[in-house]
């Protein structure tokens, strides 16, 4: 036997228990330079198995290295290959297990370096033993090379699982983030300045560590993420991720430039980091919608002071972009859909509401609740052309159908607000352009008055429901302004009463465009609809008639051929001739067949086309009997003769009807 098995006894056990008093060296020890202590019974000769463990124990780790590099050599190229129950068998075992008692001890050293919070003697012995082992592995000799400094790699990254470890159990998500940053800080920090020094250069050590603890963080911060998480902590969770942890981790002023040259990495892989964006998007969507909903089912008359969505809504739109552009894209496309589907919910209950308020309700109950339902819709229409801006370029649809649930919010509330209004102009409008609305300018006075009166109810509008109510207020007065005018109920016998016409049509068109100046009216193209008018019944030059036709056609589109023709009946205007030529202009002009304009510019397509006038030269009778003579001898006269008395002189039907039949004349069937 060599002198190693007579010190190991051949077949004693690594297992066994040390000899006592074997307990590992103080700190300050560790570092033995890179000689053995002499055992008192070796006196220099090779050490025995028993006696290479003590070494280990007591951390005497460079000499317990030499000692098995040593034995290792003494097995030969054939150790690997020996039966067990040989010499080089039980050597090869007993070179293993001691490494592994060695490895043991070294990792140790390893995790302990950190805690300790400054500079570690015990590791400048594992530092020499990777050297030690990399100049074996080096010689190429059997079972070489062991690797340990990949090993060494792997108990740094194990020893900052375990750092790491021990402060994840915090009582919150926030809690558990912030002291996992505060553990890597410090440690890199403990690094940086004691333990990377101590490792020579081409160990990369810091980088060896930066790495071991990327990994161990995100593992901590994948399991955080496989929680069940609501939308605070999904939030909180991202905002740490994207923006917490580049700022006060990749950014300390100590280490963050160190960590930032090894290109770490997000802690996160981008497909989790996706993953917890749906995940968040899903559960506000889904907040919201219930939210909406209860809101739906508030009574109406506290909507204004109950609707919280737009807050929720606005919220999240400002808090997904801050943590990243992307994910705030996302989330505002799908809140844009969750908002339209709830406008047009409210459209819906809004119109039932307000076109059937309840019976034991106030006077001006039905105005206040209109005001108020109005007044919620500015901040809906700008957080969906918000929500539009910043979403994905689909939004646009979505965007759409927001504006077009809004306003037709808007026009309920208006038509309830204007609905007393205009039941109470109705009278008035009926007494205009009459005989008697030449002489007395009453019902336009009232008109204007109960309008002023009207307006001051609307001061608790805000600015933009109020600028689409008076715009169509002033559209809907104007309307209803020359609605009598085109009945032709006042038909101009002379150039004189033209005059008189033109001149209560200016004046009062005048009183029309001050007072809706004063309201502040956002349409000033109706102002010229009169003026416009007017013009037709003073000119007196066809062309001058005919270039006015075109203005007029140019600035209302909607204009139809048999306005201007109640226009001409209103001036007196029969002449066939002239009529069909200034007529002529609308089709010389594309508008015979013009396409509709919108609807808050449509003026004329709202009042009735009147009927073609056909005028005869004299008044007849409208109920002519049928029997009368279907074809005439082609040299009779297709008109009445002049000197042929005018209706008031014909007298009774009876003889209107003897003149036609001694003449042998039909009157002339309307055209249509």
């Not at 699982?161 to 809690?175: D, F, H, I, K, S």
């Not at 009598?484 to 101009?492: K, M, T």
């Not at 016409?501 to 004046?507: C, Q, S």
């Not at 089709?587 to 005028?615: H, I, K, N, Y």
Request: positive net charge; proline residues 10%.
């Amino acid at each position: 036997m060599g002198p190693r098995d007579t010190r190991a006894g051949g077949a004693t056990a690594l297992g066994d228990k040390p000899p006592a008093g074997a307990t590992p060296a103080p700190s300050g020890t560790g570092d033995t330079g890179g000689s053995p202590r002499c055992h008192p019974r070796t006196h220099g000769r090779p050490l025995s198995v028993l006696e290479i463990l003590e070494l280990i124990q007591r951390r005497e780790l460079v000499a317990a290295d030499e000692q098995i590099i040593a034995l290792e050599a003494e097995c030969g190229p054939a150790a690997p290959a020996a039966p067990a129950t040989s010499r080089a068998g039980r050597q090869a075992r007993d070179v293993a297990l001691l490494y592994e008692a060695l490895l043991a001890q070294l990792w140790a050293v390893v995790a302990e370096a950190v805690p300790a919070g400054g500079p570690y003697a015990p590791l400048r012995a594992v530092v020499r033993v990777l050297q030690q082992e990399e100049r074996a592995d080096a010689s190429g000799a059997a079972g070489r090379p062991r690797g340990l400094r990949r090993a060494w790699q792997d108990a740094v990254a194990r020893a900052a699982a375990e750092r790491l470890a021990q402060v994840a159990t915090g009582p919150g998500l926030g809690e558990r983030l912030a002291a996992l940053s505060g553990r890597l800080l410090g440690d890199m920090g403990t690094v940086r300045r004691h333990l990377a020094p101590m490792y020579p250069p081409e160990f990369g050590a810091f980088g060896v560590y930066a790495r071991g603890y990327q990994r161990a963080l995100a593992l901590q911060v994948a399991a955080l993420a496989q929680r069940p998480l609501d939308v605070p902590e999904l939030y909180l969770l991202l905002d740490w991720h994207c923006n917490t942890y580049p700022r006060e981790v990749l950014g300390h002023p100590e280490v963050g430039a160190q960590l930032r040259a090894e290109a770490l990495g997000p802690p996160l892989p981008p497909e989790t980091q996706r993953s917890l964006e749906s995940s968040c998007i899903a559960a506000v969507k889904a907040k919201l919608e219930v939210a909406v909903a209860q809101e739906l089912q508030l009574s109406e008359d506290t909507w204004p002071e109950d609707v919280t969505s737009q807050e929720l809504l606005r919220a999240h739109v400002e808090r997904a972009p801050q943590i990243n552009p992307e994910f705030g894209l996302d989330m505002a496309h799908e809140l844009l859909g969750v908002l339209v589907a709830f406008l047009h919910s409210f459209q819906r209950k809004v119109e039932r509401f307000l076109e059937a308020p309840p019976e034991a309700t106030p006077p001006e109950g039905p105005t206040a609740r209109a005001i108020a339902l109005a007044n919620c819709c500015p901040p809906f229409r700008s957080l969906a052309e918000r929500l539009a801006r910043v979403g994905h370029p689909q939004s646009e649809e979505p965007r759409r159908q927001a504006q077009a649930a809004l306003d037709k919010v808007t026009r309920t509330c208006n038509h309830v607000l204007t609905r007393r209004l205009f039941e109470d102009l109705k009278p008035y409008f009926n007494k205009l352009m009459k005989r008697k609305w030449l002489t007395s300018s009453d019902a336009f006075d009232a008109i204007v008055m109960l309008i002023t009166s009207f307006t001051q109810k609307l001061r608790p509008l805000h600015p933009e429901p109020y600028q689409v109510l008076v715009g169509d207020l002033h559209r809907r007065v104007l309307i209803e302004y020359v609605r009598p005018l085109l009945q032709a109920r006042l038909v101009c016998t002379s150039a004189k009463m033209r005059a008189r016409v033109a001149t209560r049509l200016g004046d009062e068109a005048r009183q029309l465009r001050e007072l809706f100046h004063r309201l502040d009216s956002a349409s000033p193209w109706l102002d010229s609809v009169v003026p416009r008018l007017r013009e037709l019944l003073v000119l007196e030059d066809t062309a001058a008639l005919q270039m006015e036709v075109a203005v007029l056609a140019r600035d209302f589109p909607d204009v139809r051929r048999k306005h201007v023709a109640a226009l001409l009946d209103v001036r007196g205007l029969r002449g066939h001739g002239v009529r069909q030529e200034i007529l002529g202009v609308l089709g010389d002009v594309g508008q015979s067949d013009p396409p509709a304009p919108p609807r808050a510019r449509a003026f004329f397509s709202e009042l009735p086309v009147p009927r073609d006038a056909r005028c005869l030269p004299c008044h007849l009778p409208c109920h002519l009997p049928c029997h009368l003579p279907c074809h005439l001898p082609r040299h009779l006269p297709r008109h009445l003769p002049r000197h042929l008395p005018r209706p008031a002189a014909l007298g009774t039907l009876g003889t209107s009807l003897g003149t036609l039949t001694r003449l042998r004349l039909r009157p002339r069937r309307p055209q249509n």
